[in-house]
């Protein structure tokens, strides 16, 4: 759509494994005309019926610095399958932290949190001040850097 020649386009989605699944796609501008599409008004596009194949981040074998997550929830599956990759590279993660659209897809702040910590990074907000304590922070958007190259 916006006519960059430096992207590649995958009809893909992330996860922590590798499947196929029919999901409902939303969108908040209208998609092509299918037989399967649906009127999304909450958003004003449109819900859409889709097979879709999912991959793990680690099945990519990237070297990323920064890693941008946006998933309303699935956030915790994405990174859990990019656990090789987090572990080689220790790339910049900025993502949505919240409970509420992470326990909708059944995981927890918490959990995320911990996983991360457990892997070796802290919390940051936007403006790069520490997070002491992440399950308590009340904003949506975080950093996550690991501790080798968050030391200033």
């Known amino acids: 759509m916006n006519n960059y020649k430096n992207v590649e386009i995958l009809k893909?989605?992330?996860s922590n494994a590798n499947f196929t699944d029919e999901i409902k796609i939303a969108s908040s501008y209208p998609l092509k005309r299918t037989r399967k599409?649906?009127?999304y008004s909450s958003y004003g596009g449109d819900l859409i019926k889709e097979r879709v194949e999912f991959?793990?981040?680690d099945s990519f074998n990237l070297k990323?610095?920064?890693i941008k997550i946006d998933t309303d929830g699935f956030e915790f599956r994405i990174l859990k399958g990019a656990e090789q990759t987090l572990k080689d590279n220790k790339p910049a993660i900025i993502l949505e932290l919240i409970d509420k659209?992470?326990?909708k897809k059944g995981d927890s702040k918490n959990q995320l949190v911990d996983y991360l910590h457990s892997i070796g990074y802290d919390f940051f907000t936007l403006e790069f001040?520490?997070?002491a304590d992440p399950n308590n922070y009340?904003?949506?958007n975080v950093i996550a850097l690991h501790r080798s190259s968050s030391k200033t």
């Open 12 to 14: 893909i989605g992330l």
């Open 37 to 39: 599409r649906q009127s």
């Open 55 to 57: 991959r793990t981040l």
């Open 64 to 66: 990323p610095a920064v």
């Open 101 to 103: 659209t992470l326990a």
């Open 129 to 131: 001040e520490p997070i």
């Open 138 to 140: 009340h904003s949506a």
